[in-house]
């Protein structure tokens, strides 16, 4: 039955259609989460760890705090590069703290905690 109907209910008339046409199309569910605007990359290479956390234009604090979780706290600055994105690499650092042969030097004290 494909034409309108005439109900009344409570003394209020009311009009329904009862036809399939009027059924949405069921759609895929597309996208996912958003892609954050603050990612941490960790590289190994051998026994050094690189912790490299790049953000894009329009991350904010909250987006850098979240990722910066990730990122062990003794974990030292060593680079830092930039065009659109912004890219700050830290190194992990040993127990000893020696310079192994082909990377960054060891993380010097800061003067501010002297």
Request: net charge negative; with cysteine; charged share 25%.
């Amino acid at each position: 039955m494909s034409e309108d109907a005439q109900t009344e209910e409570d003394g209020q008339k009311m009009s329904t259609v009862d036809s399939d046409d009027l059924l949405p199309e069921p759609r895929p569910v597309t996208g996912g989460r958003p892609p954050s605007l603050a990612e941490v990359v960790m590289v190994h290479d051998g026994p050094v760890v690189r912790h490299e956390l790049v953000l894009a234009p329009g991350a904010t604090a909250a987006d850098l705090t979240t990722a910066m979780i990730l990122v062990p706290p003794t974990a030292c600055l060593v680079s830092h590069h930039g065009d659109v994105d912004v890219s700050l690499v830290f190194r992990e650092t040993g127990r000893d703290d020696q310079l192994v042969v082909g990377t960054d030097a060891p993380p010097r004290p800061s003067p501010h905690l002297t």
